[in-house]
């Protein structure tokens, strides 16, 4: 194991970068209607660009990226809709799977292993990732400003975390994916802050507060809102089986986000599902092998 922090203590232009795009995705819950979010999200990109994280030519996809989502913000042709959600969802799924040239994520910690029986992971403060929802949650995406909104919202996540956690234990138990592995590791901090924003509320804002959402609209249905579950869930599957090529945790990932947007869809809330995707990853990383034992993967 290799511990590097050194990239964002020796250059703090790397640092104030991450920072201030976690800072714009703070700010939608705070001045979102005066688009401090944009400010903070513009000045995140300048420090990216100076500091080497991101080149120009990675501006591009980025820019076709905001302007999909500003003329989703109104009614059109349902062709022509169809084609920007189809640019949307094209260009989200390359930063997602860190397909899209010109972005350099920075490397924290290499070969890490959760325990001796655990596959080694490397964990990076990817730039990449969370652009794959910044425009949708800016936009689009109704979020909590009351208290009542916070404690509902807050009860429905409770109940459906138990349910998940319980559910996806089992089958990870059996298929022989994890073994009971408490654990408190010196990296846990960092963990926590990479799993929220850059693991959990970019994956969610995407797949539930924007793919789901579309599909949806197309079959006003309930029919359509079961499907939209699914269909999402099916492309979920995607990004993640570029890290671990295993079937029995390609269909673990598929149940677990059958649990995020069903409670999104019960909700209407993507705090719910960036909340309960958090919590599972979270009770998976303090308790159990992370992310699979080595003897699973490519099973």
């Known amino acids: 194991m290799v511990y590097l922090l050194e990239p964002l203590v020796e250059a703090p232009l790397k640092g104030a970068a991450f920072l201030l795009l976690i800072l714009a995705f703070v700010a939608m819950w705070v001045k979102r209607h005066l688009g401090f979010w944009f400010i903070l999200f513009v000045a995140s990109f300048v420090a990216a660009y100076y500091s080497g994280i991101v080149e120009l030519r ?20 349902s062709l022509f809709r169809l084609f920007l959600v189809m640019v949307v969802t094209l260009i989200s799924l390359a930063l997602l799977t860190h397909f899209i040239q010109g972005f350099h994520n920075v490397l924290l910690l290499s070969l890490w292993k959760s325990s001796p029986d655990a596959i080694a992971m490397n964990f990076y403060m990817n730039y990449d990732k969370p652009l794959a929802a910044i425009f949708v949650l800016g936009f689009s995406l109704p979020l909590i400003h009351t208290k009542r909104e916070l404690l509902r919202t807050l009860a429905f996540t409770a109940g459906a975390a138990v349910l998940a956690v319980t559910t996806l234990l089992f089958f990870a138990y059996y298929f022989e994916l994890v073994v009971f592995d408490p654990k408190f590791p010196v990296i846990t901090p960092l963990f926590l802050l990479l ?9 969610e804002v995407f797949f539930r507060g924007f793919l789901q959402r579309e599909i949806a609209k197309d079959i006003p249905t309930k029919l359509g809102a079961f499907l939209s579950i699914v269909v999402t869930s099916l492309i979920f599957i995607m990004p993640h089986a570029f890290v671990i090529q295993n079937l029995a945790y390609l269909l673990l990932t598929f149940v ?41 993967v490519g099973a």
Not at 58 to 77: K, M, S, T
Not at 196 to 202: K, S
């Open 58 to 77: 990675a501006a591009i996809p980025v820019a076709l990226l905001l302007v999909a989502h500003l003329f989703l913000l109104r009614e059109w042709h």
């Open 195 to 203: 799993q929220l924003f850059f693991v959990a509320l970019p994956e």
């Open 256 to 296: 677990a986000s059958l649990f995020y947007g069903t409670l999104f869809q019960i909700t209407g809330r993507i705090e719910s599902s960036i909340l309960l995707h958090f919590i599972v990853n979270t009770v998976h990383f303090f308790f159990f092998t992370y992310p699979i034992l080595h003897t699973r």
